[in-house]
């Protein structure tokens, strides 16, 4: 896949990355935090989302949700609607994702891994800060992911 550290949706707990896969924020959800977290207002983001689409394939998707692919999710998250569209229009899973990639850029910028992030899991962890940063950068700054592979090697480790 072409955004391989791409993140879970944000209704998974994902990071604000991944508001490139969220709806329009039409009902109270976790997109409301991501929105927060990206400093972006609602009026904002779907202004961008809609002129992405506008200059893109992602802005094709009469039949999703919301008739277009910007609002679409992952393909990892089955979806008959946005499949059928894809297919209609000759769209990969590697185009769309990285289509959605460039649009999470739009959207938050290229992010780097906070260093409220990094001291958070190194505390959590107790782990140097250096180490937390490493996993972190490795997951792609999902702080999910990267608590998940610190738990999995503090279990192996036996701490």
């Not at 927060?36 to 999703?64: C, H, M, P, R, V």
């Not at 590697?94 to 891994?113: A, C, H, N």
């Amino acid at each position: 896949m072409v955004w391989e550290d791409s993140p879970s949706h944000v209704c998974r707990g994902g990071d604000k990355r991944a508001l490139a896969f969220c709806c329009p924020p039409v009902k109270p959800c976790p997109i409301i935090y991501a929105l927060e977290d990206a400093n972006l207002s609602s009026q904002d983001y779907i202004a961008k989302k809609e002129e992405f689409g506008k200059k893109t394939k992602l802005g094709q998707g009469e039949g999703t949700c919301f008739g277009s692919l910007v609002w679409c999710c992952k393909p990892s998250k089955p979806c008959p609607l946005r499949d059928m569209v894809m297919r209609r229009i000759n769209m990969s899973s590697d185009e769309y994702m990285e289509l959605k990639k460039q649009l999470s850029e739009e959207l938050v910028g290229v992010s780097e891994s906070s260093q409220e992030e990094v001291k958070a899991l190194a505390d959590a962890f107790d782990i140097p800060e250096e180490e937390a940063n490493t996993v972190l950068k490795e997951c792609g700054n999902d702080l999910r992911m990267a608590a998940k592979i610190l738990k999995m090697k503090s279990l192996e480790s036996g701490k």
